[in-house]
């Protein structure tokens, strides 16, 4: 089993920046994929973020040059860098993990973090 506890949401102004954490516990040594989903209200939860035990990244264009995924395997984090947020990209994020490669790890899931962007 693998644990995951995002953070580090919040409310900021459009343009502005804000990094999200996932803390990772138990196997994860198994996991081989990891990435963010986010999921605003009334729409379906959607991947932001990829990233694969090599390093290799996978983005959506809508947040390509805007979001950057990236892991610190001494710490067992993921973090998101999200930048030049725009109001469409408030929605709940949340931190996904999974045993297989794959673009999109949905094994294990966090409970999510809320991230707001005002106009």
């Known amino acids: 089993q693998v644990q995951l506890v995002e953070s580090g949401g919040g409310l900021v102004q459009a343009g502005g920046s804000l990094r999200l954490s996932c803390a990772a516990s138990?196997?994860?040594?198994?996991?081989?994929?990891m990435g963010w989903y986010r999921q605003a209200p009334g729409k379906q939860r959607e991947l932001v973020a990829g990233?694969?035990?090599?390093?290799?990244?996978t983005y959506p264009d809508f947040v390509k040059g805007r979001f950057t995924i990236s892991r610190d395997n001494t710490k067992n984090t993921l973090y998101l860098q999200m930048n030049n947020l725009k109001p469409e990209d408030t929605a709940v994020y949340y931190c996904?993990?999974?045993?297989?490669?794959?673009?999109?790890?949905?094994?294990?899931w966090g409970k999510g973090t809320l991230v707001t962007v005002s106009s």
């Open positions: 990233i694969l035990r090599g390093g290799s990244t």
């Open positions: 996904a993990a999974d045993r297989t490669f794959t673009r999109y790890p949905q094994e294990y």
């Open positions: 138990g196997s994860i040594f198994s996991t081989n994929s």
